[in-house]
């Protein structure tokens, strides 16, 4: 999900997605949703709503490659239950009150949809055994826990070919939709509209017919950068192709980066708009990579030196602020304090500074991964550094929760790091 997620996944993904899916893509459906003005780039834009003024410090589940859940493909019914179950416990346990849970990993799904083919990652033969979100919701709230659907939008299949996919998949009913990658993924082209009012489709089914309390993007837009071997031997960096859909559609644009985040703009409000049409109080936020520009601290951007997620994956979360159509925004700020090139301080500064008066929510998504002894990043002394982050944000006047990658962590109490995290939320355990 991240931009360590990336790596780690870059790492360890030797997973083929399976070809077996069942679902087929719904033109009633699609004709009705249209019909109805739901798609439609026009949909009227509103304010953020006042109702994200609550505290909220929550995990992240990631069923991509099953790193989270479930633990493998095809476990019965009973068997999804229980790790579901373990999940509600453990949250609870670390006194966190909301889970954010990735029913859509690549162009799939973890719960009953017209739209997406049921996850390989949940059932490789395609056959939804249980509906892990429907389940999910209705054991959390007994724990009175909040259940946020995570959605990664233009991840159309980590490998493999789009005709390999089920008849009915949106990626092989249109294969020009898509653009593979060097890293073997398949990416949705979100310059071209359809892509993006099937993404908010898909966002308008999930509110329309489950209880979630929110709907939140990752990290991931354009691909992050990657760098392959020209013919020369040197290592540059890998074009993501998108130039016929440039000339299609970029008419208006002497910049194909400004195109491209006009293109992600676009798909973020509409599917702001789509939440809020399928129901006004159903949160819509973005977890984007934690620096947005590097600059001298101020407008220009954070003081930092690394990755920019406005120009490397065209993501001007700064944009969707100011346009009022994200109630949340959670970066992704998985450094230390002493880090000299991206400063856990530094940034959560930046970010606190931006948000403020925005009316947007700040919530700070922490590295809890980096206290696992088999992470490849992992921190060398991480004890207090969780806790040190959260009282830091605490000086914040509009910060408002934490979010804790990864789960696994957390759960076998990698150095300590469930105690740390129950001890600062220890009063909703009393």
């Known amino acids: 999900m991240h931009l360590n997620g990336v790596d780690k996944k870059t790492l360890t993904l030797v997973t083929a997605v399976s070809a077996a899916c069942v679902v087929a893509f719904s033109a009633i459906a699609v004709l009705l949703y249209f019909i109805l003005g739901r798609g439609g780039e026009k949909a009227e834009k509103k304010e953020p709503l006042a109702v994200h003024t609550e505290e909220m410090n929550g995990v992240w589940i990631a069923s991509v490659i099953n790193i989270d859940f479930p633990s493998s493909p095809d476990l019965s019914a009973a068997e999804l239950r229980s790790e579901l179950d373990d999940i509600v416990r453990t949250t609870a346990k670390a006194g966190l009150d909301t889970i954010f849970f990735q029913v859509r990993p690549s162009a799939d799904s973890l719960y009953r949809s017209e739209i997406f083919p049921v996850s390989s990652y949940l059932?490789?033969?395609g056959e939804l055994r249980l509906d892990c979100l429907e389940y999910l919701i209705d054991s959390a709230k007994k724990e009175g826990i909040r259940v946020h659907a995570w959605i990664n939008p233009l991840r159309a299949m980590v490998s493999g070919s789009v005709e390999d996919l089920c008849d009915g998949h949106p990626a092989k009913e249109n294969p020009e939709w898509t653009v593979k990658y060097t890293d073997g993924i398949t990416w949705f082209d979100c310059g071209i509209p359809e892509v993006r009012e099937l993404v908010a489709e898909g966002v308008y089914e999930i509110v329309s017919n489950y209880d979630v309390a929110g709907v939140v993007f990752d990290d991931y837009f354009y691909p992050y950068p990657k760098y392959v071997t020209d013919e020369d031997g040197n290592q540059v960096i890998c074009e993501f192709d998108d130039s016929e859909t440039y000339a299609k559609y970029g008419t208006k644009f002497d910049d194909i980066g400004d195109w491209r985040r006009d293109n992600?703009?676009?798909?973020?409000?509409?599917?702001?708009?789509s939440v809020k049409q399928a129901d006004e109080n159903v949160l819509f936020g973005v977890a984007p990579f934690g620096i947005w520009k590097n600059g001298d601290g101020g407008e220009s951007g954070s003081a930092t030196?690394?990755?920019?997620?406005?120009?490397d994956i065209y993501c001007d979360t700064v944009a969707w602020v100011k346009g009022g159509y994200v109630d949340y925004v959670a970066p992704q700020i998985y450094w230390s304090a002493e880090e000299s090139a991206a400063s856990y301080t530094a940034i959560c500064d930046w970010w606190a500074d931006r948000l403020s008066g925005s009316g947007v929510g700040y919530y700070i998504c922490h590295a809890a991964y980096r206290y696992s002894p088999d992470e490849y990043s992992v921190w060398s002394?991480?004890?207090?550094?969780?806790?040190?982050?959260?009282?830091?944000?605490?000086?914040?006047?509009?910060y408002l929760g934490s979010i804790f990658y990864g789960y696994d962590a957390i759960r076998n109490n990698s150095n300590g790091i469930a105690d740390e995290i129950s001890r600062l939320y220890s009063d909703k355990n009393e």
Request: charged letters at 25%; a negative charge; proline letters at 3%.
């Open 305 to 311: 030196r690394g990755l920019q997620s406005c120009y």
């Open 123 to 125: 059932s490789e033969d």
């Open 264 to 273: 992600v703009n676009k798909m973020v409000e509409l599917c702001y708009n």
């Open 381 to 398: 002394s991480p004890q207090g550094i969780m806790t040190s982050q959260v009282e830091y944000a605490l000086e914040k006047e509009n």
